[in-house]
């Protein structure tokens, strides 16, 4: 699976989970201790137009942070409608010819176009698993996507590239699901 085709994974399966979230779960806690659904739907919505803004040289629409909310809510009493235009934003800057090559400059300073978008993705799975499991959904995602976001976390993420916004990883068996070990990986109890 080369790198847009795990973003494109990852944007359509969890579209699936966003889909399922309703008004009344905006207020429920979820994985993310920090952030309650809305917050965390809005994460993922900004991290979308980051990519996007990223993939494009422009500036993003909305100023968030890396492991941080945008500056305002983007998702209101539609999380459904406000990620599928940020994933077709998303979608659409990857997916013009050249725009996964190079470096980019990120808020991490300069990196490859492919990493900022591998961090995109990551970010978006583990989310997506986070939205599932506070909205009591089934967290049925690619698989192959799944394995491919797993490789990248075990590379980018190490105890010296952890920080303060990763927490340490939870012990998972090497015989787990690939999604409890990525999970596991992140910090989160599968």
């Given amino acids: 699976m080369d ?8 944007i359509s399966s969890t579209g699936t989970i966003i889909e399922g979230v309703t ?5 429920r806690p979820t994985p993310c201790t920090a952030w309650d659904v809305r917050a965390l739907s809005n994460h993922v919505v900004g991290t979308l137009w980051a990519a996007h803004a990223l993939l494009t040289d422009t500036p993003p629409p909305y100023s968030m942070g890396p492991g941080s909310l945008p500056d305002t809510d983007l998702v209101g009493d539609d999380p459904a409608a406000a990620y599928k235009e940020a994933a077709d934003a998303a979608r659409t800057a990857a ?13 991490l300073g300069e990196m490859p176009a492919g990493m900022v978008i591998g961090f995109a993705t990551l970010d978006v799975v583990v989310h997506g698993w986070d939205l599932a ?9 690619d698989e192959d996507m799944v394995a491919h976001c797993l490789g990248f976390a075990q590379q980018a993420i190490t105890d010296q590239t952890r920080g303060p916004l990763i927490a340490a990883p939870v012990p998972v068996p090497d015989s787990a699901p690939t999604m409890d070990r990525l999970v596991g990986h992140m910090g989160r109890q599968p």
Wanted: charged residues 15%.
């Fill in 23 to 27: 008004p009344a779960h905006l207020d």
């Fill in 133 to 141: 499991r506070a909205t009591d959904q089934s967290a049925s995602l």
């Fill in 95 to 107: 997916s013009v010819p050249g725009a996964l090559e190079g470096s980019r400059q990120s808020p």
């Fill in 3 to 10: 790198t847009y085709q795990a973003l494109d994974a990852a």
